[in-house]
Protein backbone atom coordinates (compact mmCIF):
# COMPACT_ATOMS: atom_id res chain seq x y z
CA UNK A 1 0.00 0.00 0.00
CA UNK A 2 1.24 3.07 -1.09
CA UNK A 3 1.34 6.11 2.00
CA UNK A 4 -1.93 8.12 0.97
CA UNK A 5 -3.98 4.69 0.83
CA UNK A 6 -1.99 3.38 4.32
CA UNK A 7 -3.61 6.71 5.04
CA UNK A 8 -6.91 6.46 4.17
CA UNK A 9 -7.32 2.69 5.19
CA UNK A 10 -6.21 3.80 8.77
CA UNK A 11 -8.48 6.74 8.96
CA UNK A 12 -11.50 4.85 7.92
CA UNK A 13 -10.04 1.98 10.68
CA UNK A 14 -10.71 4.45 13.37
CA UNK A 15 -13.83 6.08 11.84
CA UNK A 16 -14.87 1.98 12.80
CA UNK A 17 -13.44 1.87 15.85
CA UNK A 18 -15.86 5.22 16.97
CA UNK A 19 -18.25 3.50 15.22
CA UNK A 20 -17.73 0.52 17.89
CA UNK A 21 -18.15 2.92 20.52
CA UNK A 22 -14.39 3.32 21.34
CA UNK A 23 -13.80 6.50 22.76
CA UNK A 24 -10.17 6.24 24.55
CA UNK A 25 -6.86 4.66 23.64
CA UNK A 26 -5.83 2.18 26.29
CA UNK A 27 -2.01 0.76 26.80
CA UNK A 28 1.23 1.90 25.66
CA UNK A 29 2.15 -0.56 22.86
CA UNK A 30 -0.42 -0.99 19.60
CA UNK A 31 -1.90 -4.39 19.59
CA UNK A 32 -2.26 -6.11 16.24
CA UNK A 33 -5.39 -7.68 16.02
CA UNK A 34 -5.45 -9.01 12.76
CA UNK A 35 -2.56 -11.30 13.96
CA UNK A 36 -4.78 -11.80 17.12
CA UNK A 37 -6.79 -13.29 15.03
CA UNK A 38 -5.03 -15.08 12.14
CA UNK A 39 -2.84 -16.59 15.82
CA UNK A 40 -4.64 -16.38 18.55
CA UNK A 41 -8.29 -16.74 18.44
CA UNK A 42 -9.47 -20.26 17.99
CA UNK A 43 -11.16 -20.90 14.35
CA UNK A 44 -15.26 -21.39 14.82
CA UNK A 45 -15.87 -24.61 13.43
CA UNK A 46 -16.00 -24.61 9.74
CA UNK A 47 -19.56 -24.14 8.70
CA UNK A 48 -19.38 -26.44 5.73
CA UNK A 49 -17.76 -29.56 7.55
CA UNK A 50 -20.48 -29.71 9.67
CA UNK A 51 -23.05 -30.00 6.47
CA UNK A 52 -23.30 -32.41 3.97
CA UNK A 53 -23.49 -30.05 0.49
CA UNK A 54 -21.86 -27.05 -0.31
CA UNK A 55 -24.32 -25.55 -2.78
CA UNK A 56 -28.01 -25.21 -1.53
CA UNK A 57 -31.50 -27.11 -2.58
CA UNK A 58 -33.39 -24.45 -4.59
CA UNK A 59 -36.49 -23.68 -2.15
CA UNK A 60 -39.58 -25.03 -2.70
CA UNK A 61 -41.62 -23.73 -5.92
CA UNK A 62 -45.27 -24.77 -7.41
CA UNK A 63 -45.65 -25.62 -11.22
CA UNK A 64 -45.61 -21.88 -12.30
CA UNK A 65 -42.63 -21.29 -10.33
CA UNK A 66 -40.69 -23.89 -11.92
CA UNK A 67 -41.29 -23.20 -15.16
CA UNK A 68 -40.00 -19.61 -14.37
CA UNK A 69 -36.87 -21.43 -12.61
CA UNK A 70 -36.38 -23.47 -15.70
CA UNK A 71 -36.34 -20.75 -17.94
CA UNK A 72 -33.90 -18.33 -15.60
CA UNK A 73 -31.77 -21.36 -15.67
CA UNK A 74 -31.70 -21.30 -19.32
CA UNK A 75 -31.33 -17.19 -19.65
CA UNK A 76 -28.29 -17.36 -17.11
CA UNK A 77 -26.62 -20.26 -18.63
CA UNK A 78 -26.41 -18.50 -21.91
CA UNK A 79 -25.05 -15.25 -20.96
CA UNK A 80 -21.60 -14.99 -21.92
CA UNK A 81 -20.69 -11.60 -19.84
CA UNK A 82 -22.05 -9.13 -16.81
CA UNK A 83 -23.06 -7.48 -19.26
CA UNK A 84 -25.37 -10.24 -21.28
CA UNK A 85 -26.26 -11.07 -17.80
CA UNK A 86 -27.66 -7.98 -16.90
CA UNK A 87 -29.57 -7.56 -20.54
CA UNK A 88 -31.39 -11.42 -19.59
CA UNK A 89 -32.25 -10.03 -16.35
CA UNK A 90 -33.76 -6.86 -18.20
CA UNK A 91 -35.66 -9.10 -20.38
CA UNK A 92 -36.58 -11.75 -17.72
CA UNK A 93 -40.97 -11.76 -17.34
CA UNK A 94 -41.37 -14.24 -14.95
CA UNK A 95 -40.88 -12.20 -11.66
CA UNK A 96 -43.58 -9.90 -10.41
CA UNK A 97 -41.46 -7.82 -8.57
CA UNK A 98 -40.28 -5.96 -11.79
CA UNK A 99 -43.52 -4.31 -12.33
CA UNK A 100 -43.05 -2.62 -9.49
CA UNK A 101 -39.73 -1.40 -9.12
CA UNK A 102 -37.88 1.61 -10.94
CA UNK A 103 -35.05 -0.08 -11.67
CA UNK A 104 -33.18 -3.74 -12.31
CA UNK A 105 -30.25 -3.38 -9.50
CA UNK A 106 -27.76 -4.95 -10.74
CA UNK A 107 -24.59 -4.71 -9.28
CA UNK A 108 -21.64 -1.98 -8.18
CA UNK A 109 -18.03 -1.97 -7.83
CA UNK A 110 -15.47 -3.77 -9.05
CA UNK A 111 -16.39 -6.64 -11.51
CA UNK A 112 -13.35 -9.10 -11.03
CA UNK A 113 -12.68 -7.63 -7.12
CA UNK A 114 -11.24 -10.51 -4.86
CA UNK A 115 -14.65 -10.29 -2.46
CA UNK A 116 -18.14 -10.26 -3.66
CA UNK A 117 -20.47 -9.11 -1.51
CA UNK A 118 -24.36 -10.74 -1.28
CA UNK A 119 -27.20 -8.57 0.05
CA UNK A 120 -30.87 -9.11 0.15
CA UNK A 121 -33.15 -6.68 -1.95
CA UNK A 122 -32.90 -3.30 -2.95
CA UNK A 123 -34.70 -0.70 -1.28
CA UNK A 124 -36.03 1.99 -2.05
CA UNK A 125 -33.18 4.02 -1.92
CA UNK A 126 -31.41 1.64 -4.30
CA UNK A 127 -34.38 1.21 -6.61
CA UNK A 128 -34.18 4.83 -7.22
CA UNK A 129 -30.84 5.43 -7.68
CA UNK A 130 -30.08 1.82 -9.49
CA UNK A 131 -27.16 0.84 -7.04
CA UNK A 132 -26.87 -1.90 -4.24
CA UNK A 133 -26.60 -0.61 -0.99
CA UNK A 134 -26.69 3.63 -1.19
CA UNK A 135 -29.03 4.17 1.80
CA UNK A 136 -28.09 4.16 5.38
CA UNK A 137 -27.49 0.49 5.72
CA UNK A 138 -25.05 0.53 2.53
CA UNK A 139 -22.96 3.28 3.95
CA UNK A 140 -22.70 1.67 7.33
CA UNK A 141 -21.28 -1.21 4.98
CA UNK A 142 -19.24 1.11 3.03
CA UNK A 143 -17.54 1.97 6.32
CA UNK A 144 -17.44 -1.32 7.38
CA UNK A 145 -15.18 -2.60 4.71
CA UNK A 146 -12.83 0.49 4.70
CA UNK A 147 -11.61 -0.34 7.59
CA UNK A 148 -10.32 -3.18 6.64
CA UNK A 149 -9.03 -1.57 3.36
CA UNK A 150 -11.60 -2.57 0.76
CA UNK A 151 -13.91 -0.42 -1.11
CA UNK A 152 -16.55 -0.45 -4.28
CA UNK A 153 -14.44 2.30 -6.05
CA UNK A 154 -10.94 0.74 -5.98
CA UNK A 155 -9.35 -0.07 -9.21
CA UNK A 156 -7.04 -2.99 -7.81
CA UNK A 157 -9.04 -6.24 -7.28
CA UNK A 158 -7.03 -6.56 -4.57
CA UNK A 159 -8.91 -3.88 -2.36
CA UNK A 160 -11.81 -3.51 -4.22
CA UNK A 161 -15.33 -4.97 -3.53
CA UNK A 162 -18.04 -6.21 -6.14
CA UNK A 163 -21.49 -5.63 -4.86
CA UNK A 164 -25.01 -7.54 -5.42
CA UNK A 165 -28.15 -8.51 -3.95
CA UNK A 166 -30.17 -11.98 -4.16
CA UNK A 167 -33.16 -9.78 -5.82
CA UNK A 168 -32.46 -7.21 -8.55
CA UNK A 169 -36.07 -5.78 -7.81
CA UNK A 170 -37.44 -4.32 -4.41
CA UNK A 171 -39.96 -5.92 -3.41
CA UNK A 172 -43.07 -3.85 -2.38
CA UNK A 173 -42.84 -2.77 1.35
CA UNK A 174 -38.89 -4.24 1.71
CA UNK A 175 -40.71 -6.90 3.05
CA UNK A 176 -38.68 -10.16 2.53
CA UNK A 177 -38.42 -11.86 -0.97
CA UNK A 178 -41.00 -15.01 -1.37
CA UNK A 179 -39.29 -18.83 -1.27
CA UNK A 180 -40.55 -18.56 -5.06
CA UNK A 181 -38.84 -15.39 -6.02
CA UNK A 182 -35.37 -16.06 -4.46
CA UNK A 183 -35.54 -19.88 -6.26
CA UNK A 184 -36.28 -17.91 -10.02
CA UNK A 185 -33.46 -15.38 -9.79
CA UNK A 186 -31.21 -17.93 -8.20
CA UNK A 187 -29.42 -19.28 -11.37
CA UNK A 188 -29.04 -15.75 -12.19
CA UNK A 189 -26.90 -14.72 -9.00
CA UNK A 190 -24.99 -18.39 -9.40
CA UNK A 191 -24.10 -17.03 -13.22
CA UNK A 192 -23.45 -13.67 -11.51
CA UNK A 193 -21.04 -15.10 -9.20
CA UNK A 194 -19.48 -16.99 -11.68
CA UNK A 195 -19.04 -14.54 -13.97
CA UNK A 196 -17.36 -12.00 -11.68
CA UNK A 197 -14.93 -14.79 -10.55
CA UNK A 198 -14.48 -13.31 -6.96
CA UNK A 199 -12.09 -15.16 -4.56
CA UNK A 200 -14.61 -14.88 -1.74
CA UNK A 201 -18.00 -14.25 -1.30
CA UNK A 202 -19.94 -12.11 2.05
CA UNK A 203 -23.19 -13.26 2.47
CA UNK A 204 -25.16 -10.64 4.06
CA UNK A 205 -28.05 -11.44 6.11
CA UNK A 206 -30.78 -14.40 5.90
CA UNK A 207 -31.71 -13.76 2.33
CA UNK A 208 -28.36 -14.33 0.51
CA UNK A 209 -27.33 -17.23 3.23
CA UNK A 210 -30.45 -19.16 2.62
CA UNK A 211 -29.90 -18.66 -1.30
CA UNK A 212 -26.36 -20.04 -1.55
CA UNK A 213 -26.14 -22.32 1.55
CA UNK A 214 -29.63 -23.78 2.14
CA UNK A 215 -29.89 -22.25 5.88
CA UNK A 216 -31.03 -20.00 7.64
CA UNK A 217 -29.61 -17.84 11.55
CA UNK A 218 -27.27 -15.41 10.09
CA UNK A 219 -26.83 -14.23 13.82
CA UNK A 220 -26.27 -17.77 15.25
CA UNK A 221 -23.94 -18.97 11.94
CA UNK A 222 -22.19 -15.59 11.05
CA UNK A 223 -17.93 -15.51 10.81
CA UNK A 224 -18.14 -19.31 10.36
CA UNK A 225 -16.38 -20.15 7.17
CA UNK A 226 -18.67 -22.24 4.28
CA UNK A 227 -18.47 -22.82 0.92
CA UNK A 228 -20.71 -22.42 -2.08
CA UNK A 229 -19.95 -22.99 -5.70
CA UNK A 230 -16.59 -23.75 -4.95
CA UNK A 231 -15.94 -20.83 -3.20
CA UNK A 232 -15.23 -19.52 0.49
CA UNK A 233 -17.81 -17.99 1.70
CA UNK A 234 -18.21 -15.99 5.11
CA UNK A 235 -21.46 -15.30 6.32
CA UNK A 236 -22.14 -12.12 7.90
CA UNK A 237 -25.23 -10.23 9.69
CA UNK A 238 -26.88 -7.31 7.37
CA UNK A 239 -25.66 -3.64 8.12
CA UNK A 240 -29.34 -2.51 8.26
CA UNK A 241 -29.56 -4.65 11.79
CA UNK A 242 -25.79 -3.33 13.01
CA UNK A 243 -27.82 0.09 12.47
CA UNK A 244 -30.93 -1.78 14.89
CA UNK A 245 -28.24 -3.42 17.21
CA UNK A 246 -25.27 -1.39 17.56
CA UNK A 247 -24.05 -4.01 20.19
CA UNK A 248 -23.81 -6.50 17.24
CA UNK A 249 -21.17 -4.72 15.68
CA UNK A 250 -18.42 -5.94 17.89
CA UNK A 251 -19.08 -9.55 16.51
CA UNK A 252 -19.21 -7.96 12.99
CA UNK A 253 -15.78 -6.44 13.21
CA UNK A 254 -13.99 -9.59 14.28
CA UNK A 255 -15.79 -10.99 11.37
CA UNK A 256 -14.41 -7.88 9.22
CA UNK A 257 -10.65 -9.23 10.59
CA UNK A 258 -11.43 -12.55 9.86
CA UNK A 259 -11.66 -12.02 6.11
CA UNK A 260 -8.85 -9.56 6.33
CA UNK A 261 -7.04 -12.17 7.40
CA UNK A 262 -8.15 -14.83 5.24
CA UNK A 263 -7.31 -12.63 2.43
CA UNK A 264 -3.71 -12.03 3.56
CA UNK A 265 -2.99 -15.53 4.05
CA UNK A 266 -4.27 -16.80 0.79
CA UNK A 267 -2.95 -14.30 -1.41
N1 LIG B 1 -30.16 -3.99 1.76
C1 LIG B 1 -29.71 -4.95 0.91
O1 LIG B 1 -29.67 -6.11 1.26
N2 LIG B 1 -29.31 -4.56 -0.29
C2 LIG B 1 -29.32 -3.31 -0.71
O2 LIG B 1 -28.93 -3.05 -1.84
C3 LIG B 1 -29.79 -2.33 0.18
C4 LIG B 1 -30.20 -2.68 1.41
Same mark, same amino acid.
Given at each position: ???????????????????????????????????? &? @?????? +???? !? $???? *? =?? %? /??? &? @?????? +???? !? $???? *? =?? %? /???? @?????? +????????????????? @?????? +???????????????????????????????????????????????????????????????????????????????????????????????????????????????????????????????????????????????????????????
Amino acid at each position: MDTDLTFHADLAALAWQLELGADLAVGETPVNRYEA &V @AVGTPA +APPL !A $AARP *A =AV %A /PAP &V @AGPDST +AAVR !A $ATQA *A =AQ %A /PSLE @ALRGAL +AAFEHCELKRGAKSLVF @ADGLPG +AQVMVVGEAPGRDEDLAGRPFVGRAGQLLDRMFAAIGLSRTAMDPALALYITNVMVWRPPQNRDPTPEEVAMLLPFLQRHIALAGPKVIVVMGNTPLSALLGIRGITRLRGQWAEALGKPVLPMVHPAYLLRTPAAKREAWADLLSLKAHLRTRS
